[in-house]
């Protein structure tokens, strides 16, 4: 037998993609430097990615067909400014024809104006651990607000915890977080300024809601170590939720947990069930983290703009999905304000390094580029048409 949970009316459905991983030949970016050294660590390039930069029209089309209603998508600062103080108006228009594309096809834009690449010239000037860098960032931000009038939702900073995990931005988000480098504080101060400063700027207009998105960790404490794992969240995560407190919504993006012993993060255990990256299937992450934003934002509305499964099977990715949306609906219930959820990711795209990973709704053909919409993106389009979630009952 089966019941059904259903979702508020006004709840938004969506997915979500970064510009670095489906559009392709982002070559003034640090990424692609990185991707090209000789000696790098680098599995694969990125390339001509899904080629969104021309196709994104069809990719909207898809999303909207399916029943989805919301599009969340970067605008690419390393194509907007490719030299210091040198912005291209053309690249700006083909971020405008994205926003009316989704206009067009009736979805609603939530545009995140960085996600982890920055223009090569800012990454040699010391990127995010510049003092200089908010500066430099609301610069952008100002060039960029024109294409900005009418989209309400606005994403400043993508993960700046991770951010400041992997130093400024120099390597990718494709390591568990039991495996990430000691964060640095100094770059997670200096990406607060730049968020402060941008959405400062951003809220001038006052129809705007603007936020940033945390990767949730969902760090659980070994018994006995509950300071241990306490002081290892802080600058992980704790930081950027605290000071998340004044913005409109915060964005929580959700994937995993974590195990804190004494010295530190444990390894997946040998017998969990792993995604192709490596990380532990465990769907219960995303109500975790959205009830850890909640409340250390003391009640700031959430956003979930990024939950889902690396795995070839379509089957257990709808699976990962429904008992994850199961976890979110809990926690709606004991009074948080979610307003939306939005699944990684629309494409199976370039996972920082590989191609290997498909977290997408919809396959891409390498040498193609056609796409071909999966079973999950039809299913998670209908729960978005009914707001309903079926729920097996004994």
């Known amino acids: 037998m089966t019941g059904a949970l259903q979702f508020p009316d006004d709840f938004i459905w969506g997915a979500s993609t970064a510009a670095h991983q489906v559009e392709g030949n982002n070559i003034n970016s640090n990424w692609w430097v990185r991707e090209h050294a000789d000696g790098t660590d680098i599995k694969e390039p990125s390339g001509d990615a899904c080629d969104s930069y021309h196709r994104y029209d069809e990719d909207i089309s898809l999303l909207a067909n399916s029943g989805l209603q919301m599009y969340r998508f970067s605008i690419e600062w390393a194509r907007i400014e490719p030299e210091e103080g040198c912005f291209s108006q053309a690249e700006l228009m083909h971020y405008a024809r994205m926003i009316e594309s989704c206009r067009a096809h009736g979805v609603e834009p939530m545009v995140t104006l960085h996600h982890f690449t920055v223009p090569r010239w800012f990454a040699a000037k010391g990127g995010w651990s510049n003092p200089s860098a908010p500066d430099l960032f609301v610069r952008y931000v100002r060039f960029v607000l024109p294409i900005l009038d009418g989209v309400t939702w606005i994403c400043t900073i993508n993960e700046p915890n991770m951010v400041a995990m992997t130093q400024g931005g120099e390597t990718g988000e494709d390591m568990a977080a039991s495996s990430l480098p000691e964060p640095s504080e100094k770059i997670a101060r200096i990406i607060l300024q730049a968020h402060l400063q941008a959405s400062a700027l951003l809220r001038q207009d006052k129809s705007k809601r603007v936020g940033w998105s945390v990767a949730a960790q969902a760090f659980h404490a070994m018994p006995g170590c509950e300071q241990e794992t306490s002081d290892y969240a802080y600058w992980r995560e704790t ?156």
């Open 239 to 394: 930081f950027f939720f605290e000071h998340a407190a004044g913005d409109d919504w915060v964005g929580v993006q959700a994937y995993l947990r974590t195990f804190i012993g004494k010295h530190g993060p444990l390894p997946v255990p040998a017998e969990a069930e792993k995604t192709k990256n490596g990380w532990e299937y465990f769907p219960p992450a995303l109500g975790i983290g959205v009830q850890t934003a909640w409340n250390l934002t003391g009640g700031v509305p959430v956003f979930v703009t990024e939950n889902g499964l690396a795995t070839d099977s379509d089957a257990r990715r709808i699976d990962y999905t429904h008992d994850a949306l199961l976890g979110l609906k809990k926690a709606m219930d004991l009074g948080i304000d979610v307003l939306g959820y939005l699944h990684w990711s629309l494409l199976d795209n370039y996972e920082w390094g590989s191609y290997d990973p498909t977290f997408g709704l919809i396959s891409v053909d390498r040498k193609t580029f056609k796409r071909t919409p999966k079973p999950s993106l039809t299913w998670l389009g209908q729960v978005a048409r009914t707001g309903m979630l079926n729920v097996p009952r004994p």
